[in-house]
């Protein structure tokens, strides 16, 4: 299979190519040439299919060529050594949790995936890669756990200065070995102009060879499409037929792009909403069919806090530039720091389950297409990251301690390891050739 850019004037290029090169020479993002449809066989027989088998079966279209079916197992196993559940929360809501990984958060699944394909193909051409990552929040601590002590990789992730929680900031940076942190004074958006530039500077690239982690690499988000088809199964083992709604959480949108993919794919999907906080370039989109970027700003729920989400453009091609047809599938909610937080209050008060700020926001989405909408289908929440990750945020709504994790205290209690930088090109880039000297 072969991946093409979504600007269309780069040349296809294989899996791991694409991977590695992580952005198109002409500035898009890869995409499959097309995007291969499983037989109806597979989807009828989810229910009796672990997960791992569905992510094999998911991810076996795109790897043979690259893989032998033992490796490509092999991948899958390692990567996917976690957990995840789905939790009925009544009035036919349900929540897939995806934060039980080792860094609490479902970007796991994509960096852990990602990380032993890179192991493999490193292994395959004996050279060195260096990641770079541009993080609202989770994905930093996931990529730098994922990749540390990978050999023939080094990771540089890049954050905005005190718009990250506490806990997100000790994940990613206090590794250390092949992980380092740079702490941008400015926003996300900053950060991911930096490695865009970077990757579109033709004379670094001739000096290092450059890759990324971020949603915008395909081997992250290919992952991000199997676990759909996990909770389409789950429902289907308790008696439910008709397709689901999904609800997604979303900042640069590639969690719904992964389900939009699974659809494709042949998954039968209801419908999907794309929650949002105020940060509602998407959501506005829409609704009116203008796509408008604007300045980020910031909220209780900082993975969402994105004013121009890069995976805009694979949504695009993968609905072949129809705004009408992205908008007869997709709706578009979005929510203010007071509303997440009497999600959570309330949930908490109804329901004894605990939700963070991120998964409040698509759960609140349910609520309100539920009641606008009168459909009788199952809808199913992202649940994106763990409470406690944000329980700066969250304790001072219930008025409770959350209990931390065990995993979690060696994080916490370890010594930040980051390099501060402003948000010019430059200093990143002097930065960047430091590492490679190094």
């Not at 795109?62 to 092999?74: D, F, I, P, S, V």
């Not at 395959?124 to 023939?152: C, R, W």
């Not at 949002?276 to 209780?300: A, H, M, R, W």
């Amino acid at each position: 299979m072969k991946f093409i850019s979504t600007k269309g004037n780069s040349p296809a290029v294989s899996f791991f190519e694409a991977m590695r090169r992580g952005l198109a020479p002409d500035g898009g993002l890869y995409m499959p040439e097309q995007i291969p449809v499983i037989s109806d066989v597979f989807w009828s027989s989810l229910p009796g299919k672990s997960f791992l088998e569905i992510a094999f079966e998911m991810a076996k279209p795109y790897l043979k060529e690259e893989l032998t079916e033992y490796a490509l197992k092999a991948v899958v196993e390692e990567a996917f050594d976690f957990p995840l559940r789905m939790k009925s929360l009544g009035s036919r809501q349900h929540v897939l949790e995806l934060f039980h990984g080792p860094t609490l958060a479902f970007k796991d699944f994509g960096a852990r995936f990602m990380a032993r394909l890179f192991s493999e193909n490193a292994q395959k051409q004996n050279e060195e890669v260096t990641i770079l990552v541009a993080t609202s929040g989770d994905t930093g601590g996931a990529v730098a756990h994922g990749f540390y002590m990978v050999p023939g990789v080094n990771v540089c992730l890049l954050y905005p200065k005190g718009k990250v929680s506490p806990l997100q900031e000790k994940q990613m940076t206090t590794l250390g070995e092949n992980i380092t942190a740079l702490e941008v004074d400015g926003v996300f958006d900053d950060c991911q102009r930096l490695v865009k530039e970077a990757f579109l500077d033709k004379k670094l690239n001739e000096k290092i060879q450059l890759s990324s982690a971020n949603s915008i690499n395909i081997a992250r988000l290919l992952p991000q499409s199997f676990y759909y088809a996990f909770a389409a199964a789950e429902l289907m083992k308790r008696g439910v037929s008709e397709p689901p709604v999904f609800s997604v959480p979303s900042g640069n949108f590639g969690n719904l792009t992964g389900g939009v993919i699974a659809g494709q794919m042949g998954l039968t999907i209801k419908h999907f909403l794309a929650a949002t906080n105020v940060n509602d370039i998407i959501p506005y989109y829409l609704k009116s069919g203008y796509f408008k970027p604007k300045d980020s700003i910031q909220t209780i729920s900082n993975a969402m806090d994105v004013g121009n989400p890069s995976n805009f453009s694979r949504l695009k091609f993968l609905f072949n530039d129809s705004d009408s047809v992205m908008r007869s599938k997709i709706s578009g909610y979005s929510y203010s720091d007071e509303e997440t937080r009497k999600t959570i209050m309330d949930v908490y008060k109804e329901r004894g389950y605990l939700l963070c700020p991120h998964t409040a926001i698509g759960y609140r989405a349910t609520i309100d297409y539920q009641s606008d909408e009168k459909v009788d289908n199952h809808l199913i929440t992202l649940a994106t990251a763990h409470p406690v990750k944000f329980r700066d945020v969250i304790e001072p709504v219930i008025n409770k301690k959350i209990e931390i994790p065990k995993k979690l205290n060696s994080a916490l209690n370890s010594e930040k390891k980051a390099l501060s930088i402003d948000k010019r090109y430059g200093s990143f880039k002097e930065q960047l050739m430091l590492m490679k000297s190094r």
